[in-house]
Structure formats: structure tokens, C-alpha cells
């Protein structure tokens, strides 16, 4: 069939598609989300079709962006429209909802049509959630890896060897790798950290760290700053390492489901070069992992996929039943580990936990009394004067202080109203409460806590503050925070946690962030 280009200036998210009258495409014999063949003189595309009755007239073919930069197209030129097959990697995925094992070369096949757009929303969805519902051994893990390191780019540093670390997330106000990075540099070893940003969180470490310096940083830059410095902390997204977990997160988002965790750390972490590796796994109620044991069945999966990839892995299962830190939101984040960093502050427990996590990564690197040379890295003054090179290299300013962090104008604290101890608090409440706040897009909103577990509360002292960029956000989260309980304050457990008198509507609280 012949018809006309239309050039829509569609991007269609990154695939090629185009788009049929329904009557072209009922005599072509191609129904929605089946695929076409356009040439032209000299050059042949495999498309995704769409049809309409009203965005293309009979007799012509519209066409989005992808497809008509790689066919150099231009307006109403005649082109040859066929039916074309469905690419081989349908029949995988219809293996995989079958329960099937896949192997390497199928793998690698469904990542790289992901990655160039020859997959539809709802195929990759169905990957997805096949995933999700048979889940993956560990050779399909390690293969899945592989074939995402291998469909991106790839960080080449001659110096050796490279460390690296990563933590699951799912607990608030963790800044660690703001202390971790600049330690371990300090210490001469480098460490190109790639982060990401937040997704179901108040910050990601991209988002903290973008407000000391730029993040995004493309992999020239990136290689760069760290020959220069032995660090960096960047905008994974920006250097495009494992394309694919980018495009597979927006299916596990909206379904709550994540069973690409593995394969996405991993393929991120080969991708740096990483000879050395601490994954470090919050553990407890509000973490994502509740108990030790769980733990300590995925520090295996992490150091069995680590060493058939090539790379050493150990696995720091931390306390995760309240936010690390005082401050959850960029800004306030960003400050506290600052503050840190100068031997300012009183978070003890991210000092104590950035310590622990450093510490192993030297002695993996044959720095005998890790935790020591940690320490002594942050005590003396190396780490802050390393993280301000890392700034500098990136192109923040490296005299920035504490001081200079704007946070949000409009403010409220909350008073307790009983006397007692603080018993627990609820992570995922106080994620969702500074994400209402405005975080992470408004970099100063966000929650500065007064008071953590075990701390002893007097009736009408503050528990925390709600920091907010705009009058607006602010009350939308106290508006929430009338049916948030944030905090338990008591003098002891109490044995009834609640009363059920209806039928109860559970939401799960879901993290994705790694």
C-alpha cells in the first residue's frame, strides 16, 4: 500500500510508531499494536501501529519522531506501507507468562527491542509483571544484568580497583553516600557513585546532592570529574547506564510490583566498572526488607549474582525502623550531611552508619581497621575538604556552608500532647508527609524531626516541623497530617494496636526507590 507521509512531532515515548486511518488499515490488514513495514527508496523502518479515524486522513500515514528522523522523511513524500511480523521477542515473553525460564540470548533480545522502542507499552508491561509473578533465579538475574550493562554505556577508569556502594532505599532521610563518597575518596580510592532520584520518596541522592552541586553530568564529564578527584555522585539517568531500568520502572510504579531490584542495582554497578561493592539493606518495620533473616537471604542473592559478574560483594544489613538523620527533603538533607561533614550537627546516626559502610568498603580493599581510617578520614577534616573538590569538579561552589542552604519560608511544628517517650515512628507516613509538603520538586520542603526513638517528650514539646516552599503545599500536609500519626509517644508498648469495626480498605505501602 502506498500512502503519504504526515509528520505528527509526536515522540511517543522513545518508539516507533505510526498511525493509520482505520480504513487503510482494515484493508492493509493491521489491527492496533500490530506492526508495519515504511520504505522508502533507499531505506526500511519496522513501526508499532495506531489507528484513528480523525488524526490522519484515508490515503496518508502519520508519523512520530523516532521513525521519521531514521527514514528521512520529509511532508507528504510516498511511501511503501506492508504488514511486517511481530518481533521474536513476543514469543519470549509469551514464554516467560507461561512460567518458562529464559535464557541469555532471549533475554538480551526483549532489553535491546525495550530499549529501541520496538516493544509496546502493554508488551513490556506483561514482562514486567510475568516477572513479577513466576520471579527470576538467579541465571535469569545475572543474565537480565548482563543484557542491561550491555545495551548501555560503560565507565572505563584505569585506575584500580573501583568500589563502589548502594543502598535499596526505602528509608527516610538516608544521606549516607553523601559522607560515604568523600570518605572513601579521601581515603584514595575511587568511587564513581551514580544515584538516582526519587520516585516514591521524599529525596533520592541525586536530588540531595544537586542541591550542593550539578548532577547531571553525561559520561565524559562524570569520567572527569572522578580521574580528578576519585569521586563523584551523578544523575544516573544522565549517563545512561542500563537504558532499560528506566523504561521498566514505569510499569513496576503504577502496579506496586519490583522484581527487576537485582538485576537493576547490579547492571548499574558493572556499568561503573565496580570491583568492590557494600550493598547496604535497611532492615525493620518501616524499611522494605522486615526482618534479618529476609535480609540475609537477599545479601546471598547479592553476592552470588555479584561474583558471576565479575565483582566482590558484601552486603551491610542496617537498622531501618526510623529515618536516618533528623532531616528527610533535599535541602534539609543536603545541610545535614554537610553539617557532618564539618563535624557540625547531632546526627550521630549517620555519622555512625556512614562510618560502618566506609569502613567495609576499605577493608575490602585491604585497608586492615576499616572503620578507623573512616573515622579519622571524617574527623580530620579529608572527607569535608574531598567533598568540596567533588563539588568544585561538578561545578557547585565549594565554599558553600550549611548557612547558605535555603529552606522553605512557610513553616509548622507540631507539640506533643502527652508526656512520654517516643515509642515508634512510621516511615512511610513521614515520606508521604514531606512529599505533600512539596518534596523532592521543591528542594526546601520537606520534615526537620525534633525528637526520635527512645527520646524522652514533655507534654507541649516539638516533634517535628513541616518546611513547605509555598503557602499552598504547607496546608495541603497539615490537611493530611489530621489523619497522619507520625509518632507513637508513650511510656510503653501498648498491646492493642487498633480496633477493625468495618471493613477495612488497606493501602500497601510501596517504595521503589533504589
Known amino acids: 500500500m502506498i500512502l503519504k507521509t504526515v509528520f505528527l512531532g509526536l515522540d511517543a515515548g522513545g518508539k516507533a510508531v505510526a498511525v493509520l486511518h482505520e480504513q487503510d488499515a482494515e484493508q492493509l490488514g493491521a489491527m492496533s499494536l500490530a506492526r508495519i513495514t515504511i520504505r522508502t527508496d533507499v531505506v526500511e523502518q519496522t513501526a508499532?501501529?495506531?489507528?484513528?479515524?480523525?488524526?490522519?486522513?484515508?490515503?496518508?500515514?502519520?508519523?512520530?519522531?523516532?521513525?521519521?528522523?531514521?527514514?528521512?522523511?520529509?511532508?507528504?513524500?510516498?511511501?511503501?506501507?506492508?504488514?511486517?511480523?511481530?518481533?521474536?521477542?513476543?514469543?519470549?515473553?509469551?514464554?516467560k507468562l507461561m512460567g518458562r525460564k529464559l535464557v541469555y540470548d532471549e533475554i538480551l533480545n526483549i532489553?535491546?527491542?525495550?530499549?529501541?522502542?520496538?516493544?509496546?507499552?502493554?508488551?513490556?508491561?506483561?514482562?514486567?509483571?510475568?516477572?513479577?509473578?513466576?520471579?527470576l533465579d538467579l541465571d535469569e538475574a545475572t543474565n537480565l544484568s548482563?543484557?542491561?550493562?550491555?545495551?548501555?554505556?560503560?565507565?572505563?577508569?584505569?585506575?584500580?580497583?573501583?568500589?563502589?556502594?548502594?543502598?535499596?532505599?526505602?528509608?527516610?532521610?538516608?544521606?549516607?553516600?553523601?559522607?560515604?563518597?568523600?570518605?572513601?575518596?579521601a581515603c584514595g580510592l575511587p568511587i564513581p557513585?551514580?544515584?538516582?532520584?526519587?520516585?516514591?520518596?521524599?529525596?533520592?541522592?541525586?536530588?540531595?546532592?544537586?542541591?550542593?552541586?550539578?548532577?547531571?553530568?553525561?559520561?565524559?564529564?562524570?569520567?572527569?570529574?572522578?580521574?580528578?578527584?576519585?569521586?563523584?555522585?551523578?544523575?544516573?539517568?544522565?549517563?545512561?547506564?542500563?537504558?532499560?531500568?528506566?523504561?521498566?520502572?514505569?510499569?513496576?510504579?503504577?502496579?506496586?510490583?519490583?522484581?527487576?531490584?537485582?538485576?537493576?542495582?547490579?547492571?548499574?554497578?558493572?556499568?561503573?566498572?565496580?570491583?568492590?561493592?557494600?550493598?547496604?539493606i535497611p532492615c525493620g518495620r518501616g524499611a522494605k526488607v522486615?526482618?534479618?533473616?529476609?535480609?540475609?537471604l537477599l545479601a546471598k542473592d547479592f553476592m552470588e549474582i555479584g561474583?558471576?559478574?565479575?565483582?566482590?560483594?558484601?552486603?551491610?544489613?542496617?537498622?531501618?525502623?526510623?529515618?536516618?538523620g533528623y532531616a528527610i527533603g533535599p535541602s534539609l538533607e543536603a545541610k545535614e550531611a554537610l553539617e557532618a561533614?564539618?563535624?557540625?550537627?547531632?546526627?550521630?546516626?549517620?555519622?555512625?552508619?556512614?562510618?560502618?559502610v566506609a569502613g567495609m568498603i576499605l577493608e575490602m580493599a585491604g585497608k586492615e581497621n576499616g572503620r578507623e581510617h573512616a573515622a579519622e578520614a571524617l574527623r580530620s577534616g579529608k572527607a569535608e575538604m574531598k567533598m568540596r573538590e567533588i563539588i568544585e569538579a561538578q561545578g557547585g561552589d565549594p565554599r558553600i556552608n550549611p548557612e547558605d542552604i535555603a529552606l522553605g519560608s512557610h513553616q509548622f511544628t507540631l507539640q506533643s500532647d502527652r508526656s512520654?517517650?517516643?515509642?515508634?515512628?512510621?516511615?512511610?507516613?513521614?515520606?508521604?508527609?514531606?512529599?505533600?509538603?512539596?518534596?523532592?520538586?521543591d528542594s526546601g520542603a520537606g520534615i526537620l524531626l525534633h525528637k526520635k526513638l527512645g527520646d524522652i517528650v514533655d507534654e507541649g514539646e516539638s516533634l517535628f516541623t513541616i518546611y513547605a516552599e509555598r503557602s499552598a503545599n504547607l496546608q495541603h500536609a497539615l490537611d493530611k497530617l489530621e489523619n497522619f500519626r507520625i509518632m507513637g509517644i508513650g511510656n510503653r508498648i501498648e498491646m492493642l494496636i487498633h480496633e477493625v469495626k468495618e471493613r477495612p480498605v488497606t493501602e500497601r505501602t510501596f517504595a521503589l526507590d533504589r
Not at 55 to 66: A, F, N
Not at 159 to 176: A, E, F, L
Not at 290 to 296: F, M, Q
Open 307 to 324: 561474583s558471576r559478574m565479575g565483582m566482590q560483594v558484601r552486603c551491610a544489613v542496617t537498622y531501618g525502623e526510623q529515618p536516618v
Open 111 to 135: 532489553v535491546e527491542d525495550t530499549i529501541g522502542g520496538k516493544l509496546s507499552d502493554v508488551e513490556i508491561a506483561a514482562f514486567v509483571t510475568a516477572l513479577h509473578c513466576f520471579g
Open 146 to 185: 548482563r543484557a542491561m550493562v550491555k545495551t548501555g554505556n560503560m565507565l572505563k577508569l584505569d585506575k584500580q580497583p573501583v568500589v563502589d556502594k548502594h543502598s535499596i532505599g526505602g528509608v527516610p532521610g538516608d544521606k549516607t553516600t553523601l559522607l560515604v563518597v568523600p570518605i572513601i575518596a
Open 48 to 95: 508499532i501501529v495506531h489507528t484513528s479515524t480523525d488524526l490522519v486522513q484515508p490515503g496518508h500515514i502519520g508519523v512520530c519522531k523516532k521513525v521519521w528522523a531514521a527514514l528521512g522523511l520529509e511532508e507528504g513524500v510516498d511511501v511503501e506501507v506492508n504488514v511486517a511480523p511481530f518481533p521474536a521477542s513476543l514469543l519470549f515473553i509469551r514464554n
Open 290 to 296: 522486615k526482618t534479618i533473616g529476609e535480609a540475609d
Open 341 to 356: 561533614l564539618m563535624n557540625r550537627g547531632s546526627a550521630s546516626d549517620v555519622v555512625e552508619k556512614a562510618i560502618a
Open 420 to 441: 512520654g517517650i517516643v515509642l515508634w515512628i512510621n516511615n512511610a507516613l513521614v515520606a508521604d508527609l514531606a512529599r505533600f509538603a512539596g518534596c523532592p520538586k
Open 193 to 280: 557513585k551514580t544515584s538516582s532520584r526519587a520516585i516514591t520518596s521524599a529525596a533520592g541522592t541525586a536530588d540531595r546532592a544537586e542541591v550542593l552541586m550539578p548532577v547531571s553530568l553525561d559520561m565524559g564529564e562524570m569520567q572527569e570529574v572522578v580521574e580528578r578527584t576519585d569521586g563523584c555522585i551523578v544523575w544516573g539517568g544522565s549517563v545512561h547506564l542500563a537504558p532499560a531500568d528506566d523504561i521498566f520502572v514505569k510499569v513496576e510504579y503504577p502496579l506496586s510490583i519490583d522484581p527487576l531490584l537485582l538485576p537493576s542495582i547490579m547492571s548499574k554497578k558493572k556499568s561503573v566498572g565496580a570491583d568492590l561493592l557494600v550493598v547496604d
